[in-house]
């Protein structure tokens, strides 16, 4: 499985940004598919999933309001769209792929595999 991240940048606060995700070789019938983030100095947290089994979505509370995830009909490649940004959403932010099927909270899935990540710059 390849997970390549795209779209990542500067960008003042308030504004926008859409990331993508192009997977390939994830052909299990069963997975999910999500974005995760790291800010200097912080663990690492998740923003999103989406999960093949019945396509659920799930968010981080914090973002849910400002964030949105969606993929191509492909399941190719997923996005990420993140309005009103703040500078603490600055962060390294990865894409993540699970294999197998499960009907909890895909934030928690024990992710096998990941990008190398694309980094969001927010300033004041």
């Known amino acids: 499985v390849r997970l390549v991240e795209s779209g990542g940048g500067l960008v003042q606060a308030g504004g926008s940004l859409r990331l993508s995700c192009a997977a390939s070789?994830?052909?299990?019938?069963?997975?999910?598919i999500g974005w995760f983030r790291q800010a200097p100095g912080k663990e690492r947290e998740g923003v999103s999933c989406?999960?093949?089994?019945?396509?659920?979505?799930f968010y981080a509370d914090s973002m849910k309001s400002r964030f949105t995830v969606s993929s191509d009909n492909a399941r190719s490649t997923l996005y990420l769209q993140m309005n009103n940004l703040k500078p603490g959403d600055t962060a390294v932010y990865y894409c993540?792929?699970?294999?197998?099927?499960?009907?909890?909270?895909?934030?928690?899935?024990?992710?096998?595999?990941w990008g190398q990540g694309t980094q969001v710059t927010v300033s004041s």
């Open positions: 989406v999960r093949s089994t019945d396509g659920y979505t």
């Open positions: 070789g994830l052909t299990a019938e069963d997975y999910a």
């Open positions: 993540a792929a699970f294999s197998g099927k499960s009907y909890s909270n895909c934030l928690n899935y024990h992710y096998r595999y």
